[in-house]
């Protein structure tokens, strides 16, 4: 079955760079995505990578995919106060033409001024 | 950006009543829109796809018959938590993907409680 792991917090001081990492199971997933979630909010999509690439790069995003150890990571360079939040992996998998997300359980990332 | 409007953002009401959470995607046709349910702490789970003119998917463990689901058009879906119980209480999110697109366009959640 599909397992997504993450650690639970993260803190960074401001300025530094944050990496997020996150591990998932099934070797047959897509997609791979990465959510913030801010306090009492929906999920926002940051960032996505197809499962053939090896990296993504998006502004102060950067997603890296390494498919054999079954590992991605986020990092956010120039991290801010208002980058605090909790962020979801998640991996997507089809069946039978549906599309299923299964998420992380999210790395809260707190800032330090 | 894509948007995706979920109405109410929260709600209170007495166990054995039933509640509906509505879904829409405001500026583009979503032919399929998922529901997921949030525990305090833990990661979404998703419960059940939606597609538009069909029957919904639910997940292994989520009962049809309790968490009716509704999608009539290709911009809104809706939630119905029937004879809901304290159990039921729950941040409930709803996602919606652009037609032929991969990307999914999350609502900002439905927090429920159920006294």
């Known amino acids: 079955g599909e397992d997504v792991e993450q650690s639970l917090f993260l803190s960074v001081r401001e300025g530094d760079s944050s990496v997020i990492n996150c591990t998932y199971t099934d070797s047959s997933s897509t997609y791979l995505y990465w959510y913030k979630q801010e306090p009492g909010a929906g999920l926002q999509l940051l960032t996505y990578?197809?499962?053939?690439?090896d990296m993504k790069q998006d502004q102060r995003l950067t997603v890296l995919l390494n498919k054999k150890d079954k590992h991605l990571s986020l990092r956010i360079a120039d991290t801010q106060t208002g980058d605090s939040a909790i962020y979801f992996c998640?991996?997507?998998?089809?069946?039978?033409?549906?599309?299923?997300?299964?998420f992380g359980t999210g790395t809260r990332l707190t800032i330090i001024p | 950006g894509a948007v995706v409007s979920q109405h109410p953002s929260w709600v209170i009401c007495k166990s054995g009543t039933s509640v509906k959470i509505e879904c829409r995607s405001l500026?583009?046709?979503?032919?399929?829109m998922f529901w997921y349910r949030q525990f305090p702490k833990q990661s979404l789970m998703l419960m059940a796809t939606s597609n538009e003119g069909s029957k919904a998917t639910y997940e292994q463990g989520v009962e049809k018959d309790k968490f009716l689901i509704n999608h009539a058009s290709l911009t809104l879906s809706t939630l119905t938590v029937t004879s809901a119980h304290p159990e039921d209480s729950s941040f409930y999110i709803c996602s919606a993907r652009v037609m032929f697109g991969e990307k999914l366009f999350f609502g900002s959640g439905t927090q429920l409680s159920v006294l």
């Open positions: 998640a991996e997507s998998i089809s069946h039978f033409g549906n599309e299923k997300l299964t």
């Open positions: 990578i197809f499962s053939n690439m």
């Open positions: 500026d583009f046709q979503a032919t399929t």
